[in-house]
């Protein structure tokens, strides 16, 4: 297939019916665990989780802080990884948004003590949901913008914006980047991004890059992971 029906292909798969039913049924049929919510390679966690806090350090503490620590959101949350390793530790109130209900049951008890701080579970699928209005300092989403279609990503970018504690709440994104055109993975009905089509789809959801950098000390047969971090634009 050449590269302009591959990219025609993509956006067909991403464009059908079930494309979000395919998801639910893959996620369904993985296991509640690290291993699981992280594709078979639990044993890069702690190097992402390692990256991932370097990554948000510079916004949180030291005398450049600009970001405070009261709430954050941990968006696809899946058992409560990100939200056990790197946001309970920093903020005070971490909220989990996931589709998958028996991630989220799961996630009850992983968290274990720190999970008193949990506002709110929010089992609903990104596409469909909305953060509370002005509440978050930090929205974090990693290894889930995947699932959504373009127009509904930028949509949900969008509500983020609201969602963030005005002028100074950040959104985290740290997802695969495709080396080429967007990829298609038949098996969890999702889609790889290149670094381009990220780009265009911040600036389309009037989004400022504040700071962007790629996962260090990755291996190099597997996709590059960038993190972004991003305001909304102000007119
Ligand atoms: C690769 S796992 C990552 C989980 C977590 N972010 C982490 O890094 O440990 C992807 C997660 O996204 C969830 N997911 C898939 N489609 C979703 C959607 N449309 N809305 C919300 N979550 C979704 C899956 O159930 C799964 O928990």
Redo the contacts with the bound molecule.
Sequence with gaps: MDAQSEGKDTKDKMNSEDF?TN??SY?EG?PAT?DG???GFANL?TN?VTGSKKFLSSFITGPEASVATNRAL?????????SKRLLLPLFKEVDL????PS?LERAKEYLGESGRRVGQFFP????E?APIKGHYDVIWC???LS??RDADLILFLKRCCQGLVPHSGIIVV?ENIARDEDEFDDNDS?VTRSMEAFLRIFSESNLVILKQELQPRWPENMFEVALFALKPKTT
């Design positions: 979000y998801a639910i996620w993985i690290v919510v992280m594709g966690s992402d941990d968006c696809g949350a899946g058992i409560g990884r990100v948004e996931e589709q998958n991630f609903t699928g990104l596409q949901f990693q290894w889930v699932h959504l740290k999702s």
